[in-house]
């Protein structure tokens, strides 16, 4: 292979910007996607949570009152 070659392999040419932020967005965007949806998720699961809880209390204020 002459180090030319070898070369061309390494090192293409400098990206477009439309390329640059393609490259982020493929390197990046993962990420934040699944970011987004823990977050969503773990409100998800503390509302259901707070709603189970809430239910459980007004339960127990139901048979206190008795």
Do not use: I
């Amino acid at each position: 292979m002459s180090p030319l070659t070898a070369h061309t392999l390494w090192h293409l040419g400098a990206l477009h910007p439309a390329e640059q932020a393609l490259a982020a967005a493929l390197a990046f965007g993962p990420f934040l996607v699944l970011g987004v949806v823990v977050t969503l998720r773990q409100r998800a699961l503390r509302a259901e949570d707070d709603a189970a809880r809430g239910a459980a209390a007004s339960q127990e204020a139901s048979v206190d009152s008795r």
